[in-house]
């Protein structure tokens, strides 16, 4: 099953739109397999954020990520790593569409409210960087609990 690393920024969790992205996410027919709030470390960030480190705003960017906690998903379902990004918006949120999590919700780009993996091997890489097997779940047919 295709998974996916949404996480609800900083901006995000003090606005109180996590249950907002989730309704998303839920209402669009994926299954959460993973939820966690944290107060990320430099080191988790600056190892999530590595190809960003050589851009002129990854200081300012460390900074807001670690000024308050994240709430870190992972979502399943087929395609979700694309339609996921389609549900966030583009990460200008002044480029996002109506009806887009970024779109409703948030107007500067360095609050962007949220982050989603953008292909199937970077999701991977973050869900492992966030979470260990154990944090995720696995749903079972409604046949087999019966």
């Known amino acids: 099953m295709e998974r996916t690393y949404i996480m609800v920024k ?34 988790l960030l600056a190892e999530h954020y590595k190809d960003l480190a050589d851009k002129p705003f990854f200081r300012g960017l460390m900074a807001y990520m670690t000024s308050g906690p994240v709430v870190g998903m ?8 694309k339609t996921g990004r389609v549900l966030l918006g ?5 480029a996002s569409l109506p009806g887009t999590i970024r779109g409703d919700f948030c107007v500067d780009v360095g609050k962007n409210l949220c982050h989603g993996s953008d292909s199937v091997e970077s999701a991977e890489r973050e869900i492992g960087l966030w979470f260990t097997e154990d944090d995720l779940v696995e749903y079972l047919q409604l046949k087999n609990r019966l």
């Open 10 to 43: 900083p901006d995000g969790v003090e606005r109180g739109l996590v249950g907002e992205v989730i309704k998303r996410f839920e209402q669009k027919g994926y299954k959460l397999a993973a939820l966690k709030l944290v107060q990320p470390t430099e080191q």
């Open 74 to 81: 992972v979502w399943e379902g087929k395609g979700v790593v």
């Open 90 to 94: 583009e990460t200008n949120p002044l």
